[in-house]
Protein backbone atom coordinates (compact mmCIF):
# COMPACT_ATOMS: atom_id res chain seq x y z
CA UNK A 1 0.00 0.00 0.00
CA UNK A 2 1.36 3.27 -0.86
CA UNK A 3 2.50 5.55 1.67
CA UNK A 4 -0.03 8.78 2.22
CA UNK A 5 1.92 10.76 4.40
CA UNK A 6 -0.99 12.11 6.84
CA UNK A 7 0.14 15.30 9.07
CA UNK A 8 -0.58 13.85 12.33
CA UNK A 9 -3.01 16.53 13.20
CA UNK A 10 -5.17 15.24 10.72
CA UNK A 11 -6.80 12.40 12.73
CA UNK A 12 -7.33 11.57 16.73
CA UNK A 13 -7.60 8.42 18.81
CA UNK A 14 -10.61 7.56 20.44
CA UNK A 15 -11.26 8.95 23.54
CA UNK A 16 -14.54 9.11 25.43
CA UNK A 17 -16.09 12.00 24.37
CA UNK A 18 -17.63 15.04 26.14
CA UNK A 19 -20.98 14.13 24.33
CA UNK A 20 -20.62 10.35 25.19
CA UNK A 21 -20.20 11.36 28.60
CA UNK A 22 -23.10 13.18 29.02
CA UNK A 23 -25.28 10.65 27.57
CA UNK A 24 -24.35 7.74 29.56
CA UNK A 25 -24.98 9.78 32.72
CA UNK A 26 -28.41 10.28 31.31
CA UNK A 27 -27.98 14.01 31.31
CA UNK A 28 -27.67 15.13 27.57
CA UNK A 29 -30.36 16.45 25.56
CA UNK A 30 -31.69 14.05 22.59
CA UNK A 31 -28.99 15.51 20.40
CA UNK A 32 -26.04 14.52 22.40
CA UNK A 33 -27.75 11.03 22.30
CA UNK A 34 -27.27 11.32 18.70
CA UNK A 35 -23.97 12.58 18.33
CA UNK A 36 -22.46 9.76 21.13
CA UNK A 37 -24.58 7.36 18.76
CA UNK A 38 -22.24 8.33 15.94
CA UNK A 39 -19.10 8.95 17.81
CA UNK A 40 -19.06 5.32 19.09
CA UNK A 41 -20.16 3.55 15.87
CA UNK A 42 -16.84 5.55 13.93
CA UNK A 43 -14.64 2.52 14.87
CA UNK A 44 -14.33 0.63 11.78
CA UNK A 45 -13.53 -3.21 10.56
CA UNK A 46 -10.42 -3.44 8.26
CA UNK A 47 -11.32 -6.87 7.59
CA UNK A 48 -14.57 -6.33 6.50
CA UNK A 49 -12.87 -3.49 4.11
CA UNK A 50 -10.51 -6.02 2.72
CA UNK A 51 -13.09 -7.67 1.60
CA UNK A 52 -14.73 -5.03 0.03
CA UNK A 53 -12.10 -4.00 -1.49
CA UNK A 54 -11.53 -7.89 -3.02
CA UNK A 55 -15.17 -7.47 -4.50
CA UNK A 56 -14.89 -4.49 -6.18
CA UNK A 57 -11.57 -5.53 -7.71
CA UNK A 58 -13.36 -8.09 -9.97
CA UNK A 59 -15.86 -6.31 -11.37
CA UNK A 60 -13.07 -3.43 -12.22
CA UNK A 61 -11.21 -6.38 -13.56
CA UNK A 62 -14.13 -6.77 -16.30
CA UNK A 63 -14.51 -3.38 -17.32
CA UNK A 64 -10.31 -2.81 -17.95
CA UNK A 65 -10.72 -5.87 -20.36
CA UNK A 66 -13.50 -4.11 -22.59
CA UNK A 67 -10.80 -0.43 -22.27
CA UNK A 68 -8.60 0.62 -24.80
CA UNK A 69 -5.00 0.00 -23.16
CA UNK A 70 -3.82 3.96 -24.35
CA UNK A 71 -6.67 5.39 -21.91
CA UNK A 72 -6.27 3.13 -19.45
CA UNK A 73 -2.53 4.37 -19.29
CA UNK A 74 -3.44 8.00 -19.23
CA UNK A 75 -5.88 7.19 -16.56
CA UNK A 76 -3.76 5.84 -14.17
CA UNK A 77 -1.18 8.91 -15.42
CA UNK A 78 -3.27 11.47 -14.44
CA UNK A 79 -4.67 10.00 -11.31
CA UNK A 80 -0.53 9.55 -10.17
CA UNK A 81 0.23 13.05 -11.22
CA UNK A 82 -2.95 14.26 -9.09
CA UNK A 83 -1.55 12.47 -6.19
CA UNK A 84 2.20 13.56 -6.61
CA UNK A 85 1.06 17.21 -7.34
CA UNK A 86 -0.96 17.52 -4.36
CA UNK A 87 1.57 15.58 -1.90
CA UNK A 88 3.77 18.75 -3.41
CA UNK A 89 0.91 21.19 -2.65
CA UNK A 90 0.90 19.95 0.54
CA UNK A 91 5.25 20.28 1.38
CA UNK A 92 5.33 23.59 -0.35
CA UNK A 93 2.03 25.13 1.79
CA UNK A 94 4.03 24.05 4.55
CA UNK A 95 7.09 25.84 3.38
CA UNK A 96 5.34 29.06 2.99
CA UNK A 97 5.05 29.23 -1.09
CA UNK A 98 1.29 28.95 -1.01
CA UNK A 99 -1.17 31.77 0.97
CA UNK A 100 -4.53 31.25 1.78
CA UNK A 101 -6.65 28.40 1.89
CA UNK A 102 -5.76 25.29 0.20
CA UNK A 103 -8.18 22.14 -0.01
CA UNK A 104 -6.49 18.85 -1.19
CA UNK A 105 -8.33 15.94 -3.93
CA UNK A 106 -5.96 12.80 -1.90
CA UNK A 107 -8.48 10.18 -1.80
CA UNK A 108 -10.79 11.19 -4.42
CA UNK A 109 -8.69 10.68 -7.77
CA UNK A 110 -10.58 7.78 -8.69
CA UNK A 111 -13.77 10.80 -9.67
CA UNK A 112 -12.21 13.40 -10.95
CA UNK A 113 -10.51 11.13 -13.82
CA UNK A 114 -13.27 8.12 -14.45
CA UNK A 115 -16.12 11.17 -14.95
CA UNK A 116 -13.76 13.82 -16.68
CA UNK A 117 -11.93 11.50 -19.27
CA UNK A 118 -15.20 10.37 -20.68
CA UNK A 119 -16.04 13.61 -21.87
CA UNK A 120 -14.91 15.17 -25.45
CA UNK A 121 -12.36 17.95 -25.08
CA UNK A 122 -14.89 21.01 -25.44
CA UNK A 123 -17.30 19.20 -22.94
CA UNK A 124 -17.62 22.12 -20.33
CA UNK A 125 -16.76 21.57 -16.20
CA UNK A 126 -17.32 23.65 -13.42
CA UNK A 127 -16.26 22.35 -9.39
CA UNK A 128 -15.93 23.74 -5.79
CA UNK A 129 -12.84 24.81 -4.30
CA UNK A 130 -11.08 21.45 -4.44
CA UNK A 131 -10.07 22.11 -7.94
CA UNK A 132 -6.36 21.58 -8.74
CA UNK A 133 -6.77 17.88 -9.82
CA UNK A 134 -9.96 18.26 -12.20
CA UNK A 135 -7.99 21.55 -13.18
CA UNK A 136 -5.07 19.33 -14.57
CA UNK A 137 -7.53 16.74 -15.62
CA UNK A 138 -9.41 18.89 -18.10
CA UNK A 139 -5.94 20.43 -19.70
CA UNK A 140 -4.56 23.30 -17.87
CA UNK A 141 -0.82 22.46 -17.19
CA UNK A 142 0.57 21.41 -13.84
CA UNK A 143 2.61 24.53 -14.45
CA UNK A 144 -0.12 26.92 -14.60
CA UNK A 145 -1.86 25.53 -11.82
CA UNK A 146 0.80 25.55 -9.30
CA UNK A 147 1.75 28.78 -10.83
CA UNK A 148 -1.80 29.90 -9.72
CA UNK A 149 -1.28 28.27 -6.53
CA UNK A 150 2.06 30.35 -6.06
CA UNK A 151 -0.01 33.65 -6.48
CA UNK A 152 2.34 34.06 -9.74
CA UNK A 153 1.49 35.68 -12.99
CA UNK A 154 2.24 32.33 -15.00
CA UNK A 155 -1.16 30.89 -12.97
CA UNK A 156 -4.31 30.02 -15.21
CA UNK A 157 -6.27 33.20 -14.18
CA UNK A 158 -2.47 35.34 -13.54
CA UNK A 159 -2.43 34.57 -10.03
CA UNK A 160 -5.33 36.58 -8.67
CA UNK A 161 -7.52 33.09 -8.33
CA UNK A 162 -5.25 31.30 -5.85
CA UNK A 163 -6.31 27.61 -5.07
CA UNK A 164 -10.23 27.66 -5.15
CA UNK A 165 -10.41 29.99 -8.53
CA UNK A 166 -8.64 27.62 -11.17
CA UNK A 167 -10.21 28.77 -14.77
CA UNK A 168 -9.54 28.80 -18.43
CA UNK A 169 -12.39 29.35 -20.84
CA UNK A 170 -9.55 27.83 -23.60
CA UNK A 171 -10.21 24.35 -21.92
CA UNK A 172 -13.91 25.10 -21.10
CA UNK A 173 -13.14 24.95 -17.07
CA UNK A 174 -15.10 27.09 -15.61
CA UNK A 175 -13.70 26.84 -11.78
CA UNK A 176 -13.23 26.95 -8.94
CA UNK A 177 -15.89 28.35 -6.54
CA UNK A 178 -15.40 28.98 -2.77
CA UNK A 179 -19.13 29.12 -2.33
CA UNK A 180 -20.41 26.17 -1.41
CA UNK A 181 -23.61 24.85 -3.78
CA UNK A 182 -22.72 27.85 -6.05
CA UNK A 183 -21.40 26.45 -8.80
CA UNK A 184 -24.58 24.22 -9.20
CA UNK A 185 -26.61 27.21 -10.18
CA UNK A 186 -24.05 28.41 -12.57
CA UNK A 187 -23.32 24.62 -14.09
CA UNK A 188 -27.19 24.28 -14.57
CA UNK A 189 -26.88 27.63 -16.15
CA UNK A 190 -24.47 26.41 -18.44
CA UNK A 191 -26.10 23.49 -19.34
CA UNK A 192 -29.26 26.01 -20.32
CA UNK A 193 -26.86 27.69 -22.78
CA UNK A 194 -25.51 24.88 -24.23
CA UNK A 195 -28.92 23.92 -25.14
CA UNK A 196 -30.29 26.80 -26.33
CA UNK A 197 -26.68 27.39 -28.57
CA UNK A 198 -27.23 23.90 -29.72
CA UNK A 199 -23.78 23.58 -29.08
CA UNK A 200 -23.87 19.57 -28.37
CA UNK A 201 -21.72 20.15 -25.20
CA UNK A 202 -22.58 18.30 -21.98
CA UNK A 203 -22.20 19.55 -18.95
CA UNK A 204 -20.34 18.10 -16.04
CA UNK A 205 -20.79 19.82 -12.79
CA UNK A 206 -19.21 18.79 -9.35
CA UNK A 207 -20.10 19.51 -5.34
CA UNK A 208 -19.90 17.55 -2.40
CA UNK A 209 -22.55 16.38 0.10
CA UNK A 210 -22.54 19.09 2.32
CA UNK A 211 -23.74 21.06 -0.73
CA UNK A 212 -26.91 19.18 -1.36
CA UNK A 213 -28.36 20.54 2.17
CA UNK A 214 -28.78 23.89 -0.03
CA UNK A 215 -31.82 25.03 -1.36
CA UNK A 216 -29.44 25.48 -4.66
CA UNK A 217 -29.44 22.03 -5.35
CA UNK A 218 -33.03 21.41 -5.58
CA UNK A 219 -34.45 24.43 -7.32
CA UNK A 220 -31.54 23.47 -10.23
CA UNK A 221 -32.09 19.75 -10.28
CA UNK A 222 -35.97 20.66 -10.75
CA UNK A 223 -35.07 23.07 -13.44
CA UNK A 224 -32.62 20.79 -15.08
CA UNK A 225 -34.88 18.31 -15.24
CA UNK A 226 -38.24 20.08 -16.10
CA UNK A 227 -36.56 22.06 -19.00
CA UNK A 228 -34.19 18.65 -20.11
CA UNK A 229 -30.55 20.51 -19.12
CA UNK A 230 -27.57 18.08 -20.90
CA UNK A 231 -26.36 18.31 -17.24
CA UNK A 232 -24.01 15.57 -15.04
CA UNK A 233 -24.85 16.84 -11.57
CA UNK A 234 -21.64 14.98 -9.93
CA UNK A 235 -21.88 14.62 -6.18
CA UNK A 236 -18.75 13.40 -5.14
CA UNK A 237 -19.45 12.44 -1.01
CA UNK A 238 -16.36 12.34 1.00
CA UNK A 239 -18.46 11.79 3.69
CA UNK A 240 -17.10 14.96 5.07
CA UNK A 241 -18.25 18.52 5.30
CA UNK A 242 -15.57 19.92 6.67
CA UNK A 243 -15.29 18.76 10.41
CA UNK A 244 -18.98 17.55 9.75
CA UNK A 245 -19.88 14.20 8.90
CA UNK A 246 -22.86 13.38 6.42
CA UNK A 247 -23.93 11.40 9.34
CA UNK A 248 -24.67 14.37 11.46
CA UNK A 249 -25.89 16.40 8.71
CA UNK A 250 -27.97 14.96 6.72
CA UNK A 251 -31.32 13.46 7.31
CA UNK A 252 -31.59 10.65 4.83
CA UNK A 253 -27.95 9.50 3.73
CA UNK A 254 -28.85 8.46 0.05
CA UNK A 255 -28.09 11.42 -1.68
CA UNK A 256 -28.61 9.55 -5.14
CA UNK A 257 -32.38 8.70 -4.37
CA UNK A 258 -32.77 12.52 -4.04
CA UNK A 259 -32.93 13.17 -7.57
CA UNK A 260 -36.17 10.51 -7.93
CA UNK A 261 -38.23 13.80 -6.21
CA UNK A 262 -37.83 15.59 -9.62
CA UNK A 263 -38.30 12.23 -11.74
CA UNK A 264 -34.25 12.62 -12.70
CA UNK A 265 -31.64 9.47 -13.76
CA UNK A 266 -29.88 8.43 -10.64
CA UNK A 267 -27.02 6.33 -10.14
CA UNK A 268 -24.93 5.44 -6.96
CA UNK A 269 -21.12 4.76 -7.82
CA UNK A 270 -18.13 3.33 -5.57
CA UNK A 271 -16.00 6.45 -5.98
CA UNK A 272 -13.14 4.60 -4.85
CA UNK A 273 -13.20 2.45 -8.42
CA UNK A 274 -11.78 4.46 -11.30
CA UNK A 275 -13.59 1.90 -13.73
CA UNK A 276 -17.14 2.25 -12.27
CA UNK A 277 -16.92 5.85 -12.19
CA UNK A 278 -15.77 5.35 -15.80
CA UNK A 279 -18.95 3.63 -16.63
CA UNK A 280 -21.13 4.97 -15.11
CA UNK A 281 -20.87 8.78 -16.76
CA UNK A 282 -20.77 7.29 -19.86
CA UNK A 283 -24.46 5.90 -19.28
CA UNK A 284 -25.09 9.61 -18.04
CA UNK A 285 -22.92 11.32 -21.16
CA UNK A 286 -25.23 9.55 -23.44
CA UNK A 287 -28.89 10.37 -21.81
CA UNK A 288 -27.34 13.88 -22.18
CA UNK A 289 -25.87 13.65 -25.61
CA UNK A 290 -28.87 11.89 -27.15
CA UNK A 291 -31.86 13.09 -25.28
CA UNK A 292 -30.50 15.97 -23.85
CA UNK A 293 -31.52 14.86 -20.40
CA UNK A 294 -29.57 15.59 -16.32
CA UNK A 295 -28.41 12.45 -14.39
CA UNK A 296 -27.14 13.06 -10.30
CA UNK A 297 -24.54 10.65 -9.66
CA UNK A 298 -23.79 10.30 -6.18
CA UNK A 299 -19.91 8.61 -6.07
CA UNK A 300 -18.79 8.24 -2.37
CA UNK A 301 -15.24 8.06 -1.76
CA UNK A 302 -13.17 9.41 1.14
CA UNK A 303 -11.14 12.29 1.97
CA UNK A 304 -7.75 11.32 3.25
CA UNK A 305 -6.50 14.41 4.04
CA UNK A 306 -8.32 17.43 6.14
CA UNK A 307 -10.76 19.37 5.07
CA UNK A 308 -8.33 22.24 4.23
CA UNK A 309 -4.23 22.46 5.02
CA UNK A 310 -5.19 24.24 8.18
CA UNK A 311 -7.77 21.45 9.79
CA UNK A 312 -6.59 19.92 13.49
CA UNK A 313 -8.85 16.91 12.48
CA UNK A 314 -10.05 15.99 15.54
CA UNK A 315 -13.34 14.91 14.24
CA UNK A 316 -12.79 11.18 13.42
CA UNK A 317 -10.35 8.38 13.97
CA UNK A 318 -7.14 6.98 12.58
CA UNK A 319 -9.04 3.90 12.38
CA UNK A 320 -11.61 5.23 10.14
CA UNK A 321 -8.89 6.88 7.98
CA UNK A 322 -7.06 3.61 7.87
CA UNK A 323 -10.24 1.45 6.75
CA UNK A 324 -10.50 3.83 3.47
CA UNK A 325 -6.69 3.97 3.13
CA UNK A 326 -7.26 -0.11 2.29
CA UNK A 327 -9.24 1.10 -0.63
CA UNK A 328 -6.94 3.38 -1.57
CA UNK A 329 -8.16 4.40 -5.23
CA UNK A 330 -4.85 3.99 -6.71
CA UNK A 331 -3.73 0.63 -5.39
CA UNK A 332 -7.02 -0.92 -6.29
CA UNK A 333 -6.43 0.53 -9.98
CA UNK A 334 -2.66 -1.03 -10.29
CA UNK A 335 -3.90 -4.24 -8.94
CA UNK A 336 -6.40 -4.66 -11.23
CA UNK A 337 -4.49 -3.74 -14.21
CA UNK A 338 -1.50 -6.03 -13.09
CA UNK A 339 -3.64 -8.56 -12.46
CA UNK A 340 -5.31 -8.33 -16.20
CA UNK A 341 -1.82 -8.21 -17.57
CA UNK A 342 -2.43 -4.69 -18.97
CA UNK A 343 0.62 -3.28 -17.19
CA UNK A 344 3.41 -4.39 -14.87
CA UNK A 345 5.52 -2.95 -12.22
CA UNK A 346 8.27 -1.57 -14.86
CA UNK A 347 5.25 0.19 -16.10
CA UNK A 348 4.18 1.63 -13.40
CA UNK A 349 7.69 3.00 -12.39
CA UNK A 350 7.72 4.90 -15.95
CA UNK A 351 4.64 6.31 -15.07
CA UNK A 352 5.34 6.99 -11.47
CA UNK A 353 8.47 8.63 -12.42
CA UNK A 354 6.69 10.64 -15.50
CA UNK A 355 4.46 12.46 -13.01
CA UNK A 356 7.21 13.31 -10.17
CA UNK A 357 9.20 15.02 -13.60
CA UNK A 358 5.97 16.96 -14.53
CA UNK A 359 5.71 17.86 -10.68
CA UNK A 360 9.30 19.31 -10.81
CA UNK A 361 8.94 20.96 -13.88
CA UNK A 362 5.56 22.88 -12.59
CA UNK A 363 7.69 23.77 -9.43
CA UNK A 364 10.32 25.36 -11.27
CA UNK A 365 8.23 27.08 -13.39
CA UNK A 366 5.77 28.59 -10.36
CA UNK A 367 9.29 29.62 -8.59
CA UNK A 368 10.44 31.45 -11.21
CA UNK A 369 6.98 32.94 -12.14
CA UNK A 370 6.98 36.80 -11.50
CA UNK A 371 4.18 38.22 -9.47
CA UNK A 372 1.94 39.96 -11.37
CA UNK A 373 2.44 43.72 -12.04
CA UNK A 374 0.99 46.18 -10.20
CA UNK A 375 -0.41 47.59 -13.99
CA UNK A 376 -2.60 44.73 -13.92
CA UNK A 377 -4.25 45.46 -10.43
CA UNK A 378 -7.31 46.07 -11.83
CA UNK A 379 -7.41 43.94 -14.45
CA UNK A 380 -10.19 41.41 -14.87
CA UNK A 381 -12.02 42.35 -11.82
CA UNK A 382 -15.80 42.81 -11.90
CA UNK A 383 -16.81 44.26 -8.64
C1 LIG B 1 -22.57 28.98 1.38
C2 LIG B 1 -21.42 28.57 2.19
N1 LIG B 1 -21.60 28.13 3.46
C3 LIG B 1 -20.55 27.72 4.21
C4 LIG B 1 -19.27 27.76 3.69
C5 LIG B 1 -18.11 27.26 4.53
N2 LIG B 1 -17.65 25.98 4.02
C6 LIG B 1 -16.57 25.90 3.21
S1 LIG B 1 -16.28 24.34 2.73
C7 LIG B 1 -17.59 23.74 3.58
C8 LIG B 1 -17.91 22.26 3.58
C9 LIG B 1 -18.37 21.78 2.26
O1 LIG B 1 -18.31 20.37 2.22
P1 LIG B 1 -18.64 19.54 0.92
O2 LIG B 1 -19.64 20.27 0.11
O3 LIG B 1 -18.98 18.17 1.33
O4 LIG B 1 -17.29 19.58 0.08
P2 LIG B 1 -15.85 18.99 0.47
O5 LIG B 1 -15.12 20.08 1.19
O6 LIG B 1 -16.06 17.79 1.31
O7 LIG B 1 -15.19 18.69 -0.83
C10 LIG B 1 -18.25 24.75 4.26
C11 LIG B 1 -19.40 24.57 5.11
C12 LIG B 1 -19.13 28.23 2.37
N3 LIG B 1 -17.92 28.29 1.78
N4 LIG B 1 -20.19 28.60 1.63
MG1 LIG C 1 -17.71 16.54 1.57
Not at 296 to 323: C, Q, W
Amino acid sequence: MEELNLPKAATRTKTETKAAKISKNGKGSPLDAIIAKHESADFVDVEQAKAEFKKRRASQLESIKKTDKKLLRSMLYQMVLGRRFEEKCAEVYRMGKIGGFCHLYIGQEAIGVGSMMALKSDDMVITAYRDHVQAMIKGITPEAVLAELYGKEGGCVGGKGGSMHMFSKEHEFYGGHGIVGGQIGVGTGMAYAAKYKKSGQVVMCFFGEAAVNQGIFHESLNMAQLWKLPCIYICENNQYGMGTSQERAMSTRNIAKKADAFEMANEFVDGMDVMAVREATLRAIERARKKSLPTLLEVRAYRFMGHSMSDPGNYRTRDEIAKYQERDPIVLFKDSLKEAKVFGDKDFEKIEQEALAAVDAAVKFADESPLPNESKLFTDVYA
